[in-house]
C-alpha cells in the first residue's frame, strides 16, 4: 500500500472548519483514501473514503486532487470532541482488511 | 450502535498467565476479523488476521505461538496472550470489514473494537 505524510498536529478553534491535509503522491489506481481518527484510549473510528471523487458524509468531508496524490478531509464545524489523532490510509482492493497506520495528525479544537 | 465488542475493556494480571480477550462482530458475520497492538505514543501496528474456521495469518515478528487466536464462529474472535510479561502490556484492538458491496471487494468499512488495555505486573 503506498505511504501516506500527514503533519504532526494542528489547531482549530471550535466552531470553525478544520482542514486535514495528507499527501500520498505513490498512490496506484485501485487505491482507496480512508480517513479514520482514535480519541484517547478508544479504538479507531472510521470516518471517510474514497477514490478519486469527493465523498461527503454526517461527519466530514473528502477532497481528493484530481491527479489523487493529496487529500484534504474537512470537518466543516469542529467541537472540542473533535480533539483526536486522524489517520489517512491508503489502502488497495487486495489487502482486505489490512490497514498500514502511520503517525497521523493529532488535532487539538480549543475552545 | 456498536459495530464492533471487545471484552474485556482492560485487564491487570501477573507475570507468567495468560489472558483471553474476546473480538465479537455485533452486528453482522464476519469470516475475517484483525488483531492489533498499540503501545502507548505510538501508532496500530497489524497483528493477525483472523479467519473463521482455519488457521490465522500473521504479521512478521509475531510469536504465533505466544499470541493464540481462534475464530471458531463468524462473530467472535479471541486472541490469547499466553505466558504474559510485562514488555507484552499494550492496547490490542480487533476490527472487522463490512461489505463492499457498493465499492468493491477489500474497500468496505473497517470498523474497530474499543480496544481492552493488558497491563501485566
Known amino acids: 500500500d503506498a505511504k501516506t505524510t500527514q503533519p504532526p498536529s494542528m489547531d482549530c478553534a471550535e466552531g470553525r472548519a478544520a482542514n486535514l491535509p495528507c499527501n500520498h503522491s505513490t498512490i496506484s489506481g485501485n487505491e482507496y483514501v480512508y480517513w479514520y481518527r482514535q480519541i484517547h484510549s478508544q479504538g479507531p473510528q472510521y470516518i471517510i473514503h474514497g477514490l478519486k471523487n469527493n465523498e461527503t458524509n454526517e461527519m466530514a468531508s473528502l477532497i481528493i486532487t484530481e491527479d489523487r496524490k493529496s487529500s484534504t478531509l474537512i470537518l466543516p464545524h469542529a467541537t472540542l470532541r473533535d480533539t483526536a489523532v486522524y489517520y489517512c490510509?491508503?489502502?488497495?482492493?487486495?489487502?482486505?482488511?489490512?490497514?498500514?497506520f502511520g503517525q497521523g495528525t493529532i488535532l487539538t479544537v480549543h475552545p | 450502535g456498536a459495530v464492533v465488542s471487545q471484552h474485556p475493556s482492560w485487564v491487570i494480571c501477573k507475570s507468567g498467565t495468560s489472558v483471553k480477550i474476546e473480538c465479537r462482530s455485533l452486528d453482522f458475520q464476519a469470516t475475517t476479523m484483525f488483531w492489533y497492538r498499540q503501545f502507548p505514543k505510538q501508532s496500530l501496528m497489524l497483528m493477525a488476521t483472523?479467519?473463521?474456521?482455519?488457521?490465522?495469518?500473521?504479521e512478521q515478528g509475531v510469536e504465533k505461538d505466544k499470541f493464540l487466536i481462534n475464530h471458531a464462529s463468524l462473530t467472535l474472535s479471541t486472541l490469547t496472550v499466553t505466558s504474559a510479561h510485562p514488555e507484552d502490556s499494550s492496547f490490542y484492538i480487533c476490527s472487522v470489514e463490512t461489505s463492499g458491496a457498493k465499492k468493491g471487494v477489500g474497500t468496505g468499512e473497517l470498523f474497530f473494537g474499543e480496544g481492552s488495555r493488558l497491563t501485566v505486573l
Open positions: 483472523s479467519n473463521e474456521g482455519s488457521k490465522a495469518t500473521y
Open positions: 490510509i491508503v489502502r488497495g482492493g487486495t489487502s482486505y482488511g489490512k490497514l498500514t
